[in-house]
């Protein structure tokens, strides 16, 4: 993949960069096959250079389904949608895929790329493969950030995948 594309690739139609998508506009991370996956919002990750390859960073708490497709698997996948779908989006936030069948969610039409799952509805697709991942160390962090994020709740696991295509 040449840079140049992947940089034009990662600028939608309305101009705003990707970089703010997973902020404010959110993004829906897909782990597993078309016969068995998961998908949950996430509004922490990121996009950039490591290790000489494009990357994308995406955290997960270890309680979460998608937690165990995202160890399963070596691809998984992070989409963005246009600002209508933000309602879907926000039930995929809230609710575990243990309790819905977010496969065959309304609004949603699941389809298989390259390795993993993204949805025809999807604005934008990256499809990654799994690089790394590790616990962040809770120990590790200031007490406003552990105060904050993690009394009483589960760690994030981070992900590193490298970007291998653009949809």
């Known amino acids: 993949m040449e ?7 990662l600028i939608d139609g309305s101009g705003a960069d990707i970089y703010s998508k997973f902020d404010s506009e959110w993004a829906l991370l897909t782990a597993g096959t078309i016969e068995k996956f998961n998908s949950m919002t996430i509004s922490w990750g990121g996009v950039g250079t490591l290790w000489g390859k494009p990357v994308v960073t995406a955290y997960v708490r270890t309680s979460r389904y998608t937690h ?3 160890d399963d ?20 936030g809230s609710k575990s895929g243990r309790d819905i069948d977010k496969m065959h969610y309304d609004g949603l039409t699941a389809k298989e790329v390259d390795g993993s799952v993204s949805f025809e509805e999807a604005e934008v697709t990256l499809v990654c493969r799994k690089l790394f991942m590790q616990q962040l160390a809770v120990e590790n962090m200031t007490p406003e950030v552990r105060n904050a994020f993690y009394s009483g709740d589960a760690p994030h696991d981070m992900y ?8």
């Not at 840079?3 to 690739?9: G, R």
């Open 160 to 167: 590193i995948g490298e970007i291998v295509k653009v949809l």
């Open 3 to 9: 840079k140049q594309i992947f940089a034009v690739n």
């Open 68 to 70: 165990e497709f995202m």
């Open 73 to 92: 698997n070596e691809y998984f996948t992070v989409s963005f949608y246009k600002e209508d779908m933000k309602r879907i989006l926000g039930v995929f």
